[in-house]
C-alpha cells in the first residue's frame, strides 16, 4: 500500500506591518527584476536561476556546496562505479512511506492562505498531504537534497518504517531545446558537460550520506524524446551529443548509489504516435545498453507535467490520428518494443494534472492549459502491471512559463488561448492557476 508521510512544516507567518520587502515565496531578483530584492521576516530570498530568485523560509536553506569544480574535459569518464546492492525485485514503491515535500507544502500552507473561501480552502490544504517529486533543476538547489534526505531519514528512524524520496534531475546543457519556457543554467559552449557532471556528482554526495532513504529518480524530462523528433531544429541537433554523454552519466552514477530510476519518455502525443514508437524504443535500448545496463534503471516516466488521461473515457478530438491517445495505448504498445530492445519495460505516470480533459486546441498545447485540474492521486493501483505509480512528479500550481512576451525566456505556447494568463516565470508560484486546479479537480479534493 502506498503511504504518505506525515509533515511538520508550514508557512511562516507574515507580519501585516512589514513594507518595502517581497513576501514569502514572492520573487526577489532576477533579470530585468526592478522590485523588492529583500524578503520579509523568517525568509531569504534564493538563487533560482539568472530570471528567478524567491523568498524561502530562512529554516529550509542548506549549507553551501563544498564540491570541487571540475576541470575542463570533453570526454565522458570510463571508470563507472558499480552499485553496492542489488535492486530489490519488483516494484521500487511497495512497502515505502512517500516523502512529502516541504518546499511543496508550505507552498500550498501559503496558497490557502489566500484562498477567501472556506470550502475551498479546505480543498486546497488537502494538497499538501499529496506527495510530488522534488526538482533539482539548477546546481544551486543540490545541497537541499540533504536537508530532504536527514528529515526523511529522522522520520523513518522515529517510525519505524521505510522512506522514499521522489526526486527529478533536470539540468542538462542546453536544456529543453525545442522550447524556450524551461532553457537551462549550463550552456554547451561553456563548459556545459563539466558543470552537469559537477551537478550529478553534487547530488550522488549529498544521497550517499543517506543510504536507508530509497530515492526513485525520473531523469531529465523532455531530453531523450527531443532527440526521437526534434533533431530538425538546430539546438536539438547540437545537443544530441551531450544528451546522451549527460544521460549516460547521470544513470551511472545515480546506479552506483542505488537509485532506481525512470527516464523520461514524453507523453501519448509525443512519442505515442505509430512513427515514433520504433524510434524511441531504439533510443531507449541503445543508450541504455551502452552504459553497461545500469541495474537501477527501471523504466520510463509518461505525461510529465502534461495533461493526458492514463485511460481516456473516449479519444479528446485534438488526438485524432494517433491510435494511442492516451497513456495506457501509448505504454501497451511501447512496452514490447522496449522488451524486444532488452529495455525494461516499467512505467510510472503523471497524473497530477490530468483530471480535466477535452481543454486544448491542439495536442502539443502544454503550457498552463487553462481549466485543468488535479487528476487522480499517486497509487500503485494502476490497473496495469506494466505501471509502477500513478504519481504527481509536476508540483500543481508551480507555473509552466510566462506569459509576458518581453520576457527572456518567454515561449509562444504561453501565450495561446488554450493557455492561462497573465502568467509568470516558469517555476514560480501561480496562484490563479492552483485554485482552479483545486477547482476543477477530478476525482474532487
Not at 519505524?160 to 529543453?176: A, F, S
Not at 519556457?181 to 551537478?199: K, L
Not at 550520506?209 to 539546438?235: C, G, H, M, Q, W
Not at 509536476?394 to 510566462?402: A, F, Q, W
Amino acid at each position: 500500500m502506498l503511504k504518505f508521510a506525515a509533515l511538520l512544516s508550514a508557512a511562516s507567518l507574515i507580519p501585516a506591518f512589514v513594507q518595502a520587502a517581497a513576501p514569502l515565496y514572492g520573487q526577489c531578483g532576477g533579470q530585468g527584476w526592478t522590485g523588492d530584492t529583500t524578503c520579509v521576516s523568517g525568509a531569504t530570498c534564493v538563487f533560482s536561476n539568472q530570471w528567478y530568485s524567491q523568498c524561502l523560509p530562512s529554516n529550509q536553506q542548506p549549507q553551501p556546496s563544498t564540491a570541487t569544480t571540475v576541470a575542463p574535459t570533453t570526454a565522458a569518464p570510463t571508470n563507472v562505479p558499480a552499485p553496492t546492492t542489488a535492486p530489490d525485485a519488483g516494484n521500487p514503491f511497495n512497502g515505502y512511506t512517500i516523502y512529502l515535500s516541504p518546499y511543496y507544502a508550505d507552498e500550498v500552507t501559503a496558497a490557502a492562505a489566500a484562498i477567501s473561501d472556506a470550502t475551498q480552502k479546505a480543498k486546497a490544504l488537502r494538497v499538501k498531504d499529496i506527495p510530488t517529486f522534488i526538482w533539482f533543476d539548477v546546481i544551486a538547489k543540490t545541497p537541499q537534497l540533504g536537508v530532504y534526505l536527514a528529515d526523511a531519514d529522522a522520520k523513518a528512524k522515529a517510525s519505524g518504517e521505510k522512506y522514499l524520496v521522489q526526486i527529478v534531475v533536470y539540468d542538462l546543457p542546453d536544456r529543453d531545446c525545442a522550447a524556450a519556457a524551461s532553457n537551462g543554467e549550463f550552456s554547451i559552449a561553456n563548459n556545459g558537460m563539466n558543470n552537469y557532471r559537477r551537478y550529478i556528482d553534487q547530488l550522488v554526495a549529498e544521497i550517499k550520506k543517506y543510504p536507508d532513504v530509497r530515492i526513485v529518480a525520473v531523469i531529465e524530462p523532455d531530453s531523450l524524446a527531443n532527440l526521437v523528433t526534434n533533431l530538425n531544429v538546430a539546438k536539438c541537433s547540437g545537443a544530441q551529443d551531450a544528451y546522451k554523454q549527460g544521460t549516460t552519466y547521470a544513470i551511472q552514477q545515480l546506479n552506483a548509489v542505488g537509485v532506481y530510476m525512470y527516464l523520461d519518455a514524453g507523453h501519448a502525443g509525443w512519442l505515442g504516435w505509430p512513427a515514433n514508437l520504433n524510434p524511441a524504443a531504439q533510443l531507449f535500448s541503445d543508450l541504455y545498453r551502452a552504459a553497461g545496463s545500469p541495474q537501477f534503471v527501471r523504466g520510463l516516466a509518461t505525461n510529465v507535467a502534461n495533461y493526458n488521461a492514463l485511460n481516456a473515457a473516449s479519444p479528446d478530438p485534438v488526438t485524432q490520428g494517433n491510435p494511442n491517445y492516451d497513456e495506457m495505448h501509448f505504454i501497451n504498445q511501447l512496452a514490447p518494443q522496449l522488451t524486444s530492445g532488452g529495455f525494461p519495460a516499467h512505467f510510472i505516470v503523471d497524473q497530477g494534472r490530468s483530471g480535466v480533459q477535452g481543454l486544448r486546441q491542439a495536442w502539443g498545447d502544454w503550457c498552463n492549459v487553462y481549466g485543468a485540474g488535479f487528476g487522480t492521486r499517486p497509487t500503485l493501483n494502476t490497473g496495469s502491471s506494466l505501471i509502477d505509480a500513478i504519481v504527481w512528479i509536476k508540483p500543481g500550481g508551480e507555473c509552466d512559463g510566462t506569459s509576458n512576451t518581453s520576457a527572456a525566456r518567454y515561449d509562444t505556447h504561453c501565450g495561446i488561448a488554450s493557455a492561462h494568463k497573465p502568467a509568470p516565470e516558469a517555476g514560480t508560484w501561480f496562484q490563479a492557476y492552483f485554485e482552479n486546479l483545486v477547482k476543477n479537480a477530478n476525482p474532487p479534493l
